[in-house]
């Protein structure tokens, strides 16, 4: 008989995937990841034998526990789940699927929520990035329909509050790995950054491209992306990652002049296929890099003036609004504002063959 494990399925932001508590889970983690791998239907290019989307934003998944440490109140480990390929990444952070971390601990029974709102401090376990959540709890329970917006969510919900502290270095020891605000790579300049997440930053007219196509147009560029591809297995290394012919980090953002009224225009790549939006520490790196004075992303970004910012990300569904605090040029606190809504609550039956459970 198949073994039932408790799952609640979540959107955060502009992904979405199963959360699951730790406990629930095998200790081991190589039987973990073929349990998530069986779940999400990986590997197959569709996931039709699972509950993945057979995109990159849509095969994640959430794995919650309390820390032992104190550190912070909720523990989160994300998974960015192969689609192709039996892998389940570890590695990188998600601030997406970090918004919905917080109503999936609550629906969990992990958490208690307060009346009115609920704050909890949650440490991304990828990476150690904690970041301060606030969420709507009227009468102690998640409350999911609200007025707030983000461009890439087709409806309003209710309004899911990010503060950020201390994400420099994320996962390549500091903010500017190389120590240079600017480096040539392959004949390429480039800004590799780190303030969350490992982003390559580079000129989309320096790779032949406007940097308003559509995320298909890009896609369909296959010269575009095997150079894409090249360059990023080439920086890589610079930024202290190693080879990541496997992972999808560094991501790559190609940056031009806003078009639409905000601060910068981007378009990018996680790692071989455009976003159709940005990712939330992708948009708080990159908007990070428009502040930094020589920065490939300072030339092109309009800028503002004073200690706190509203940096207006644009992507190709709309756009994302950073809130920055600077001190002199350095990014010294970022909030951000993200929606969740929970799709989904019941079990996902695992075959024997592939784990009979705890009692086993």
């Given amino acids: 008989m198949a073994h039932e494990i408790p799952c609640w399925y979540l959107r955060g932001g502009t992904s979405k995937g199963p959360f699951f508590l730790a406990r ?23 996931q039709i034998d699972g509950l993945g989307g057979a995109r ?8 919650l526990s309390i820390p032992a ?25 998600c601030g997406n699927m970090l918004a919905a971390a917080l109503p999936a601990a609550i629906e969990a029974g992990l958490i208690a929520a307060d009346g009115g709102t609920t704050t909890r401090r949650v440490r991304t376990v990828n990476t150690g990035v904690i970041a301060e959540i ?18 890439g969510v087709p ?36 800004t590799l950054i780190d303030n969350g997440m490992p982003v390559m930053i580079i000129a989309a007219a320096d790779l032949g491209v406007r940097g308003d196509e559509t995320p298909a147009e890009l896609d369909a560029n296959d010269t575009l992306k095997a150079r894409i591809e090249a360059l990023r297995l080439k920086a890589a290394p610079l930024m202290n990652l190693g080879d990541v012919s496997t992972k999808p980090v560094p991501k790559i953002t190609l940056v031009s002049a806003p078009r639409a009224g905000g601060t910068l225009g981007t378009r990018t790549f996680i790692p071989h296929d455009c976003h159709t939006s940005i990712g939330v520490l992708g948009a708080v790196t990159v908007a990070t890099a428009t502040v930094l004075p020589g920065s490939v992303a300072f030339d092109l970004a309009t800028q503002s003036e004073g200690d706190t ?34 799709l989904m609550r019941g079990t996902v039956p695992v075959s024997p063959s592939i784990w009979r459970g705890p009692a086993a």
């Fill in 155 to 190: 409806r309003p919900a209710a309004p899911v509050t990010c503060r950020f502290l201390d994400t420099e270095g994320s996962l390549t020891g500091s903010l500017l790995p190389t120590g240079n605000v600017r480096d040539t790579v392959d004949g390429i300049e480039m």
């Fill in 69 to 93: 440490d104190g550190a912070a109140d909720l523990d989160f480990l994300f998974g960015q789940i192969g689609i192709a390929d039996a892998r389940v990444d570890t590695t990188p952070n």
């Fill in 24 to 46: 629930d889970l095998p200790d081991n983690k190589a039987t973990r990841d073929t349990v998530i791998l069986a779940v999400m239907g990986s590997p197959d290019e569709r």
């Fill in 56 to 63: 990159t934003l849509t095969s994640k998944a959430g794995i």
């Fill in 134 to 151: 606030t969420i709507v709890t009227p009468d102690g329970v998640p409350m999911y329909d609200g007025d707030a917006r983000i461009d």
């Fill in 309 to 342: 910012r509203t940096l207006s990300i644009e992507h190709p569904t709309g756009e994302f609004s950073v809130e920055v605090g600077l001190e002199g040029h350095r990014v010294v606190r970022a909030a951000l504002l993200r929606t969740a809504r929970l």
